[in-house]
């Protein structure tokens, strides 16, 4: 049967960047994304912002919401402290075999704990079965229905400290409206809007930057 998109992201990963050179395979990914096939990851003009964002936080502690291909957990793991790390969330086991692949090529497995299933389960997991007290930093780039959902889990869960930043792709495009909203008119949330473009499009699109303020 006919390779599937992100295993073909794979072989070129494997053909074309350097083993344990964490930038060379995020160039190849958005070098093949944009010239042979479109692919959903965060990508180049908006990954830009999130290692701004990341690089500011320096989490010690950072959650992902949605691995697919591990194209942002290598944006994010690259930039970490010695001795943080991130969880990296991904339903599908289809991707997240091809995402822990990526993540290991570059170099990065002891940075990234990839974690099999739904968020909506592993969250409330995270304290008792993951040691964290709370996050540091989260980016947000799941089904963009679970954005606000999991947010409020987040808050339930007591994951979020005064400072923890939430950093959310799609807010424009495809788009999550009740997630913006409610961090926008929350009290609890200083939200800010980076304007940027769907990856490797010319379409808009952003990222939303939410400070929980306690
Ligand atoms: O739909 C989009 N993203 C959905 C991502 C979903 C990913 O999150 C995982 N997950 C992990 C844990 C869960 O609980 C649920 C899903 C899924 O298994 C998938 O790997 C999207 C779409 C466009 N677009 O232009 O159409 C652009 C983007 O940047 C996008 O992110
Ligand atoms: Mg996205």
């Known amino acids: 049967t006919r390779s599937t998109r992100p295993q073909r992201l794979l072989t070129h990963v494997k053909q074309r960047a350097r083993r344990g050179d964490a930038q060379s395979v995020i160039t190849t990914i958005d070098d093949y994304c944009r010239a042979r096939e479109w692919a ?18 320096s989490p010690d502690v950072a959650l ?8 942002s957990s290598v944006r994010i793991a690259r930039l970490l402290p010695p001795g943080a790390r991130l969880l990296t969330v991904e339903f599908n086991h ?8 990526v993540i290991d090529w570059a170099g990065l497995q002891d940075r990234v704990q990839l974690l099999e299933g739904a968020s909506g389960d592993l969250i409330p997991q995270l304290r008792q079965k993951h040691g964290i007290e709370t996050l540091d930093f989260i980016f947000l780039d799941h089904w963009k229905d679970r954005y606000l959902p999991d947010t409020r889990l987040l808050e ?8 923890t930043v939430l950093l959310a792709d799609n807010v ?3 788009g999550t409206p009740d997630y913006l909203e409610y961090v926008r008119s929350s009290p609890r949330y200083q939200s ?3 304007s940027s473009h769907l990856e490797y499009t010319r379409a808009e699109d952003g990222l939303e930057k939410s400070v929980f303020l306690g």
């Open 94 to 101: 289809d991707y997240a075999t091809i995402a822990r692949e």
């Open 156 to 163: 339930d869960c007591s994951l979020l400290r005064r400072g």
């Open 64 to 71: 992902e919401l949605g691995t697919y291909c591990g194209y």
């Open 192 to 194: 800010q809007y980076f």
């Open 172 to 174: 424009i495009c495809p």
């Open 40 to 57: 959903m990851n965060v990508g180049d003009e908006k990954g830009s912002i999130l290692d701004q964002v990341v690089c500011e936080v």
